[in-house]
C-alpha cells in the first residue's frame, strides 16, 4: 500500500527555517513526480513545487528564490528547505504523488510562522 509521510513542520519565526521531507513508500519503482502542496485556513490548495525524477522545481511565485526543492536521485523521497519564511506561509504542507489512474496523498505537516 502507498503511503506518503511528511515530517518536518513547527512553529517558526519569521525569517527562519524549515526543511520539510516527504517519503514515499509501498512501491518497488520510482514515481515520476512527487509534489508539496499547502492550504491555509480559508484558501485553495496551492502547488508549491515539483519533485520529479527528470527534475525538480519551485512552482510558486510567493516562495520562488526563498524555497528549494530537491529530490535524491533513485529515491520516492523530495525535501522542501524553506528559507526567509514569512506569516504568509503559513499552512498544511502536503505532498502528493500519481500512479496511473490513481493519487495519493500525505496527511500533512504544519508550518506557522510568528510575526
Known amino acids: 500500500q502507498v503511503q506518503l509521510v511528511e515530517s518536518g513542520g513547527g512553529l517558526v519565526q519569521a525569517g527562519e527555517s524549515l526543511t520539510l521531507s516527504c517519503v514515499a513508500s509501498g512501491v518497488k519503482f520510482l514515481f515520476d513526480s512527487i509534489d508539496w502542496y499547502r492550504q491555509a485556513p480559508g484558501k485553495e490548495r496551492e502547488l508549491v513545487a515539483v519533485?520529479?525524477?527528470?527534475?525538480?522545481?519551485i512552482s510558486a511565485d510567493s516562495v520562488r528564490g526563498r524555497f528549494t526543492v530537491s529530490r535524491p536521485r533513485n529515491k520516492n523521497t523530495v525535501y522542501l528547505q524553506m528559507n526567509s519564511l514569512k506569516p504568509e506561509d503559513t499552512a498544511v504542507y502536503s505532498c502528493?504523488?500519481?500512479?496511473?489512474?490513481?493519487?495519493?496523498w500525505g496527511q500533512g505537516t504544519q508550518v506557522t510562522v510568528s510575526s
Open positions: 502528493k504523488t500519481r500512479f496511473r489512474e490513481h493519487t495519493f
Open positions: 519533485g520529479r525524477i527528470a527534475g525538480s522545481a
